[in-house]
């Protein structure tokens, strides 16, 4: 089966510095999707970057970028430049690339509090 | 263009009770899921369907039923509302793009409390 873990719970930084969120995941498989998403107050929730299993280069949108090993099976969220609105609950998700469905493994979370 | 959208955003339910939640997309995605979020338990799947005409039982099914009314609709109900159903409610869908895979998106909750 697959899992996703979020090994810190919680974190904070300071405004305009760099954070790194963790996430590990176990599958046996070898072609599937990687995501980020960000919760925040709103409760919205809302795709952040998206990793494919076989592309080796690691995904960027603007001050978020992904360090993705396939072989130690992490892909960790580099944010830089933090933001107050980066405040939220990041969650990373994993589906494989199997069939019409894409159900999605979620881990459990990391709270991020940017301070001013 | 309004992605997903939920009614209602909150409900407040007596036990016993029955509701259903609305979902829509207008994203023309074949897949469409209901999630649950509880403190500390993350989002869990209730019911998802693939495709039109099918729904299948995610992880925590029991108390709830779905329809998929057309590929844009995916209703949620409580038959008899139980205290254990007080969550917060996410209806999502997801298609298939070009590579093959692709994310799902969200809609914006709905807020259940059963007393």
């Known amino acids: 089966a697959q899992t996703v873990t979020q090994s810190q719970p919680e974190m904070s930084v300071q405004e305009a510095e760099t954070v790194t969120l963790s996430c590990t995941y176990d599958?046996?498989?070898?072609?599937?999707?990687l995501f980020w998403y960000k919760q925040p107050p709103s409760r919205q929730m809302i795709l952040v970057i998206r990793q494919e299993a076989y592309k080796q280069q690691n995904a960027t949108e603007n001050r978020f970028s992904v360090n993705f090993q396939k072989a130690a099976k992490s892909f960790s969220l580099k944010i830089s430049d933090s933001q107050l609105g980066d405040t939220a609950m990041y969650f990373c998700a994993f589906t494989l690339n199997a069939g019409n469905n894409r159900k999605l493994i979620w881990g459990l979370g990391t709270s991020l509090a940017v301070n001013p | 263009n309004a992605g997903v959208t939920q009614t209602p955003k909150f409900q407040v339910l007596k036990t016993g009770q029955s509701m259903t939640l609305q979902c829509a997309q207008d994203m023309n995605h074949n897949s469409m899921y209901w999630y649950r979020q509880d403190p500390g338990m993350g989002l869990r799947l209730i019911y998802y369907s693939a495709s039109e005409g099918t729904t299948d039982k995610g992880e925590v099914p029991n108390g709830y039923n779905v329809s998929r009314l057309n590929k844009r609709e995916f209703s949620l109900r409580l038959e008899s509302a139980a205290p254990s159903q007080t969550s917060v409610y996410f209806c999502?869908?997801?298609?298939?793009?070009?590579?093959?895979?692709?994310?799902?998106?969200f809609g914006p909750g709905t807020r259940l409390t059963v007393t």
């Open positions: 599958t046996s498989e070898n072609n599937y999707y």
């Open positions: 999502a869908s997801g298609g298939l793009v070009a590579s093959g895979g692709g994310p799902q998106y």
